[in-house]
């Protein structure tokens, strides 16, 4: 086997991870949890399963002062605020509609670049975002394109959680990371995610007791937080052996595969204009795609976790 086939085989095991954790997302909802119960429990899974991977790296936590304030901001911008909307949305919206919005990540990074001085414009860009806007309107506008037209009503939720990405990895690009990698980073937000979300949680009335057991929300919030935590880790190894450029493939990947968990698990089926809305996503999804001897400021992103 070549070392590229078996990359592509690494690949395609990411995208089918983190496409999973979608449909996760979705049952995880499925019994009234609400999000910073169900947030609180991802980022302590999180916390601890990163730890496990710092501690065979023997490195420790950077603690200073920059650093702390990277982990806030990440945890902010990109868990507890766009997770929230996207388990409100979840709650309402089939599990491959989010998987297929969530395509926009990098089409909202755009604009947001420019605003900021870290891009220069291209009309294939633009084109891009325009095809990723085009895909929403085919979502929200035809009759047919929902089960229910009540759930154009969450569609703008569903958008909060991709736009906070784009502003995520944008911040990561500007400022940078304090001297953190992309698993320190995250154990950081992870722990401060926690942190945050607990007394939110308990205060609100949100709270996810574990004593109840482990029923199928519960087993699927621990499979999502899981799945997320290792991917991660392996994208980040990705992208240091074959290039950012290889590895951010995988955006397609997580909505493909995203869609096919959902039909397959949860038995969602899509009208005509949802497959075209998906088309022109994927599209415009390529224009957008950072071309080689760019670097790329967004990771694709799931409904569950942040970074």
């Known amino acids: 086997m070549s070392d590229r086939t078996w990359l592509v085989g690494v690949l395609v095991l990411l995208g089918a991870g983190w496409g999973a954790t979608q449909p996760l997302a979705k049952v995880a909802v499925s019994t009234g949890h609400q999000p910073l119960g169900l947030i609180f429990w991802q980022m302590l899974i999180g916390a601890v399963l990163l730890g496990v991977i710092m501690a065979f790296r023997r490195r420790g936590l950077p603690m200073h002062r920059e650093a702390l304030v990277v982990y806030l901001i990440i945890a902010l911008i990109g868990t507890v605020l766009p997770n929230s909307a996207s388990y409100a949305a979840a709650v309402h919206l089939p599990s491959g509609i989010l998987s297929i919005v969530l ?33 929403v309107a085919l979502i929200a506008a035809p009759e047919a394109s929902l089960p229910d037209r009540a759930m154009l009503a969450f569609l703008p939720i569903a958008l909060i959680a991709p736009l906070f990405y784009a502003f995520e990895g944008n911040y990561v690009a ?45 087993q699927a919030l621990v499979a999502s937080s899981v799945i997320h935590a290792l991917v991660y880790a392996t994208y980040v190894w990705m992208i240091g052996r074959a290039g950012s450029v290889f590895a951010a493939q995988v955006s397609y990947l997580v909505t493909g595969f995203g869609v096919i968990w959902a039909m397959i698990f949860l038995g969602e089926r ?24 760019e670097t790329i400021a967004v990771a694709p992103k799931d409904a569950s976790n942040g970074v």
């Open 174 to 218: 500007k400022w940078g990371t304090a001297g953190c990698d992309p698993i320190e980073v995250l154990l950081g937000a992870s722990i401060i995610g926690a942190c945050l979300s607990l007394p939110l949680a308990l205060a609100s009335g949100q709270w996810v007791s574990p004593l109840k057991g482990l029923g199928a929300a519960e």
């Open 270 to 293: 899509y009208s005509g204009w949802v497959w075209l809305a998906m088309a022109a996503m994927m599209c415009g999804l390529a224009l957008v795609q950072p071309r080689p001897r």
């Open 103 to 135: 395509a926009l990540v990098p089409m909202f990074a755009f604009p947001i670049a420019l605003v900021l001085g870290i891009d220069r414009f291209s009309r294939a860009r633009l084109a891009g975002l325009t095809l990723g806007l085009v895909g």
